[in-house]
């Protein structure tokens, strides 16, 4: 397969497809309506992408939903209680001052968390307690160690679990969702191995609401389009999962805003494409 003239070809297409997107730009405009493909239309591009080497393990959406700018920010914690709930109503860890935040430290256990309500976790105690630990059971324990210490949001999934070789466990990512969309980057990561809970982090975002009125987004298959002709491999492009939601940094501020974006995610890397200007997210 010549990879390389296959890709040009599906540059021409995206711009192509640019090109239909401007005489359709207006529709961004109107709250409860959005660009959308023919069936026909779908058809002949998936079929072009498929004889391009482009392996489809997913289904595409027919279309996206309008949405609006989501406003967040980082919860304020109370840290207190938080102490409280990783070491023990009775216990007084030891306290020393950070550069952005405090460390407090008990036995194997140490606890940081900075002004702005980043918390980490980590237990280095290496007592074996669970000699055949499957995924299984660590999706059951992640999950009871964040109920019982206070730590899940309710619209919060587990969105990856991947086996972690040095210490033969798993490190299982947690993403949170508002109004059945992905916040990238609001997300708690847990360590689980066979001598327990060895590190936690979160960094949950709060949706704060809406900013604007909804408008129309690209074509799932312009964001794949997009992401095609970003790519710079001569390998087969196998795209596993297309997801619609918001994608954020994290800033120093007590609220900011988050784009909508399509998440293009395949084997090996993940992209994010604004869902209004199919720009590249970074």
């Keep these: 397969m010549q990879w390389k003239r296959a890709i040009t ?22 709250p409860y309506r959005q660009f959308t493909l023919s069936s026909s239309q779908k058809a002949q591009i998936i079929e072009s992408l498929k004889q391009k080497g482009v392996i489809l393990k997913v289904d595409i959406p027919s279309e996206g939903r309008p949405q609006s700018l989501l406003e967040v920010g980082i919860p304020k914690v109370n840290e207190s209680r938080i102490i409280q ?13 950070t550069q952005d935040g405090g460390r407090y430290s008990h036995g194997n256990k140490e606890l940081i968390i900075t002004d702005s309500g980043l918390i980490t976790y980590f237990n280095s105690d290496d007592k074996i307690i669970w000699p055949n630990l499957t995924r299984e059971q660590a999706e059951r324990e992640a999950l009871n160690f964040m109920k019982t210490h206070k730590l899940l949001p309710e619209n919060a999934v587990l969105d990856k679990v991947t086996y972690d070789q040095e ?40 949706p704060l609401g809406y900013v604007g009125k909804r408008r129309s987004v690209i074509s799932p298959l312009a964001a794949i389009m997009r992401v095609i002709s970003e790519t710079n491999t001569e390998e087969p492009i196998v795209i596993t999962r297309i997801e619609q939601g918001y994608y954020s940094k994290v800033y120093d501020a007590d609220r900011w ?12 890397d993940t992209y994010f494409v604004n869902a209004y200007t199919g720009e590249m997210e970074q």
């Design 9 to 30: 070809i599906l540059i021409i297409s995206f711009i192509m497809l640019n090109i239909f997107l401007i005489a359709n730009l207006w529709l961004r405009e109107q």
């Design 257 to 268: 805003q988050a784009a909508p974006v399509w998440k293009i995610q395949l084997e090996g």
């Design 85 to 97: 709930n990783f070491f023990g109503k009775d216990t007084k860890p030891n306290f020393s001052q």
């Design 167 to 206: 210490s033969k466990g798993f490190l299982l990512e947690y993403i949170n969702y508002h109004d059945g969309f992905f916040i990238q980057n609001s997300y708690a990561t847990v360590l689980v191995t066979p001598s327990g809970i060895k590190s936690y982090y979160q960094c949950w975002l709060e």
